[in-house]
């Protein structure tokens, strides 16, 4: 099921860089610190520009974007957990898994990253919202 209006990947990246790229411009991070050369952005900093749009820490965090992501990929698009978690780059919680996992399944998060890049484009041009009533 292809959209026309949806881009793949390697090109919803190249924009986002070069968009960046007019406001960082030669950096050496794409969201560089803005207190300190050569560190990327905190999380505090990207708390900070929620809590300026509105967003209490109880309904968003920068973290939590990770955590909605991490959901979404498993019970929308059912994704392979073990590939979310690399992609996440989460810790195997087995000491024995640590010491002799060196997978990568570069290949197969490339594809999973693809489906969510596909997924969050739908969301932005309106397909499949569901209005959300307060109670």
């Not at 292809?2 to 950096?27: C, E, F, K, Y």
């Not at 991070?29 to 905190?42: A, E, K, L, Q, T």
């Not at 073990?82 to 290949?107: C, F």
Request: aromatic fraction near 6%; charge should be neutral.
């Amino acid at each position: 099921m292809q959209n026309d209006h949806i881009v793949p990947l390697a090109w919803q990246a190249v924009g986002i860089l070069r968009d960046m790229h007019a406001v960082t411009g030669s950096r050496q991070y794409v969201f560089p610190s803005i207190r300190h050369d050569g560190r990327p952005m905190s999380e505090n900093t990207i708390n900070a520009a929620l809590r300026s749009l509105g967003y209490e820490g109880e309904v968003m965090t920068g973290h939590g974007f990770r955590a909605m992501a991490r959901t979404l990929l498993d019970e929308e698009l059912g994704e392979r957990v073990d590939l979310i978690e690399h992609q996440l780059a989460h810790a195997v919680k087995d000491a024995n898994g640590r010491a002799y996992n060196r997978t990568t399944h570069l290949a197969g998060r490339r594809e999973m990253m693809q489906r969510w890049a596909d997924y969050l484009d739908k969301l932005r041009l309106g397909a499949n919202v569901v209005p959300l009533r307060s109670a």
